[in-house]
């Protein structure tokens, strides 16, 4: 004899907003598609100042850097849904996360002027998920029909105090319905 949806589930967290709900099924007895995780393949466009100034350029070994570049990642996301007696309210993705360092080609001047030769290395750079920012915007166009995240994170590079190449800031989009 096949079990209900409401045999099957453990535990429900509900919270209540006003007059919306939100729900989050934390744990299922034989159908883990409800705490499914979303994949979604991104590449990364890397910002630096290098763009906007040349005092303040981002260096490598002391050397100016031309370009970064990576391969693509996959990203990994949940979705939540809230409601309300009359329908749904928002379709949000959240928990975006991916690997906790990337490998990152560095293209840097081998000498003080732009007209020295490039050398190429490879950087492992450290990302923290649980600070990126992604902004909500709806799936309305051809573009991006879809609820899930964009295909392009932004990561916003800057040299520490020690010299070594960390990632400022990550951002980028998700698409879903509020």
Same mark, same amino acid.
């Given at each position: 004899?096949?079990?209900?949806?409401?045999?099957?589930?453990?535990?429900?967290?509900?919270?209540?907003?006003?007059?919306?709900?939100?729900?989050?099924?934390?744990?299922?007895?034989?159908?883990?598609?409800?705490?499914?995780?979303?994949?979604?393949?991104?590449?990364?466009?890397?910002?630096?100042?290098?763009?906007?100034?040349?005092?303040?350029?981002?260096?490598?070994?002391?050397?100016?850097?031309? @370009?970064?570049?990576?391969? +693509?990642?996959?990203? $990994?996301?949940?979705?939540?849904? &809230?409601?309300? !007696? %009359?329908?749904? *309210?928002?379709?949000?993705?959240?928990?975006?996360?991916?690997?906790?360092?990337?490998?990152?080609?560095?293209?840097?001047?081998?000498? @003080?002027?732009?007209?020295? +030769?490039?050398?190429? $290395?490879?950087?492992?750079?450290? &990302?923290?998920? !649980? %600070?990126?920012? *992604?902004?909500?915007?709806?799936?309305?166009?051809?573009?991006?029909?879809?609820?899930?995240?964009?295909?392009?994170?932004?990561?916003?590079?800057?040299?520490?105090?020690?010299?070594?190449?960390?990632?400022?800031?990550?951002?980028?989009?998700?698409?879903?319905?509020?």
């Amino acid at each position: 004899m096949k079990k209900s949806l409401n045999e099957d589930l453990k535990r429900i967290h509900t919270l209540t907003y006003g007059s919306h709900k939100k729900v989050k099924i934390i744990e299922s007895q034989e159908n883990p598609e409800f705490d499914k995780k979303y994949e979604s393949t991104c590449n990364f466009e890397f910002n630096y100042s290098h763009h906007f100034s040349k005092s303040d350029a981002i260096t490598y070994k002391g050397n100016e850097v031309d @370009s970064f570049s990576c391969g +693509d990642y996959m990203l $990994e996301f949940k979705i939540e849904i &809230i409601h309300s !007696d %009359n329908g749904i *309210f928002t379709i949000n993705p959240y928990e975006i996360k991916g690997d906790d360092t990337i490998e990152v080609e560095v293209t840097f001047f081998n000498g @003080s002027d732009e007209n020295s +030769d490039t050398l190429e $290395e490879y950087i492992d750079l450290k &990302i923290d998920w !649980d %600070n990126a920012y *992604f902004e909500m915007e709806s799936p309305t166009d051809a573009e991006h029909p879809k609820i899930g995240i964009n295909n392009t994170v932004q990561i916003d590079l800057v040299n520490d105090s020690e010299g070594n190449i960390i990632a400022e800031k990550i951002s980028g989009y998700k698409y879903g319905i509020s």
